[in-house]
């Protein structure tokens, strides 16, 4: 009895050795494991866990969109992994400061320059006030532009004509169509005609061709005409422009018309260069501009400025005031002046 007694408590005592190892070998593991997980590699996404660094980023901060304010702050965290999204998500600003900077030197300053208008040949004389624009100066008949028409003929006798120049000294005139005409503002203007022939002249006007003349028509002089083709041929196609030519007189002259006084006058422009566009006389309060008439002259009804200061303007703009010239009915009076060549 005393045998059996004691096999029992051998047995349980060798049972629980057997399993207190185990148990003891698990609680090792738990607390090996417990002290890995809190380690600070355990949360860095590297490679030993096998989860990528976008993975990482993701999970960090899940509904911020590429681009916002929180990719300014990104690369003040330590992790690496941040690191490589936020050089993504910065890439496109210097290209959008690189598409500004062009864009800002494409509409240079100086363009203000370009079209700022040039000055008139007033200013350039210095006589105020500036003269009207050359558009309007120039009426009908402009410079540089070439008109279409037909030549025909007429006998000038000695030259003297609607526009009241009297004789000419060569017979090398013409009479300009009514339209073109425009109330007396051809007058004096140099034209040169070229034929269809190859042939050309440069002839003055100094008259008139009345209706039906059509726009674009000129009656030369028999003389004229002769150098473009032979007087059978009696209408001829031509083209015709405005000249400014060397070969005018040095100085223009002034001539007051018949009948002038200081109560009533008639002022006329004579060997003037360039078209006359307006003629005005000094007054107490400034410039005033007379009319003109289809014969040629400009009047001033009641005196004003008759035997005074004149100013002369041409259809460039050109403006050149004339002293002393007294009112002295049909005497043509030199001046010093004339227009510039154009």
């Not at 999970?59 to 941040?82: C, H, I, K, R, V």
Request: with cysteine.
């Amino acid at each position: 009895m005393k045998a059996t007694k004691h096999a029992a408590p051998q047995w349980n005592r060798g049972r629980g050795l057997v399993m207190g190892i185990p148990l003891a070998l698990v609680a090792v593991g738990v607390l090996v494991c417990l002290a890995f997980a809190l380690t600070p590699g355990g949360k860095s996404g590297g490679a030993d866990t096998g989860i990528p660094a976008a993975a990482s980023v993701a999970a960090t901060e899940p509904g911020t969109p590429a681009g916002t304010p929180s990719d300014a702050t990104a690369p003040a965290t330590p992790t690496p992994s941040t690191a490589a999204p936020m050089t993504t998500s910065l890439a496109p600003s210097p290209s959008a400061t690189g598409t500004r900077s062009p864009s800002a030197t494409a509409t240079p300053r100086p363009s203000a320059t370009t079209t700022a208008p040039s000055p008139s040949p007033s200013a350039a004389t210095g006589n105020a006030p500036a003269a009207p624009a050359q558009a309007s100066l120039a009426g009908r008949i402009k410079p540089g532009t070439s008109y279409q028409g037909v030549a025909t003929s007429y006998d000038a006798a000695d030259g003297n004509g609607a526009c009241s120049f009297g004789p000419s000294a060569d017979l090398m005139i013409a009479a300009m169509n009514h339209t073109d005409y425009e109330t007396s503002s051809a007058c004096g203007a140099y034209v040169l005609v070229h034929a269809a022939n190859g042939a050309s002249i440069t002839v003055r006007i100094v008259n008139e061709c009345p209706l039906p003349c059509a726009p674009g028509q000129l009656d030369l002089s028999h003389e004229a005409f002769g150098k473009l083709a032979d007087l059978s041929v009696g209408r001829l196609p031509i083209t015709w422009s405005l000249l400014s030519p060397a070969t005018a007189p040095a100085t223009m002259s002034v001539r007051y018309k018949s009948g002038s006084s200081q109560w009533w006058c008639g002022i006329q422009v004579i060997g003037h260069r360039n078209p006359v566009a307006a003629l005005e006389v000094r007054t107490g309060g400034g410039w005033r501009q007379l009319s003109r008439t289809d014969y040629n002259y400009f009047l001033s009804p009641d005196g004003t400025g008759c035997g005074g200061t004149i100013r002369i303007t041409d259809l460039y703009g050109e403006q050149l005031t004339v002293d002393g010239i007294a009112v002295k009915p049909d005497v043509v009076q030199p001046t010093q002046v004339q227009f510039a060549r154009h």
